[in-house]
């Protein structure tokens, strides 16, 4: 795919996707601080959904041979300085990059400014 139908496609699964992270109620602030309290594990449930979906994912495209898997060396420090740095981030937004966006499109307010 390429071109006007790879950037349709691209804009259709970005819709779904907020569509989806709408539904599951995550672009609501107070349900992404209730997870920080161990109030609401609304969050922990709608990640859990999306990596075991995504792990069905690319086992089909690898097993169809549309993509290749390689596993690479990580660099400790810098997964553990860049979680930190996500960490302090959501917790002072109230929100992850993509439930912000989603939050921005259902027209909240306090998700633009942040």
Known sequence: ???????????????????????????????????????????????LTAIVVGGVGVLVLVDTGNAKYAVKDANLL???????????????YGYCPGTGLAAIATGSLHALVG
């Open 1 to 47: 795919m390429t071109g006007t139908i790879a950037l349709f496609a691209a804009l259709l699964m970005g819709f779904a996707f907020g569509v989806l992270l709408h539904r599951g109620r995550v672009t609501s602030c107070d349900v992404i601080e209730n997870q920080f309290r161990l109030k609401d594990f609304t969050v922990l449930k709608v990640m």
């Open 78 to 92: 810098g997964v553990a300085l860049g979680a930190a740095l996500f960490g302090v981030g959501m917790v002072v």
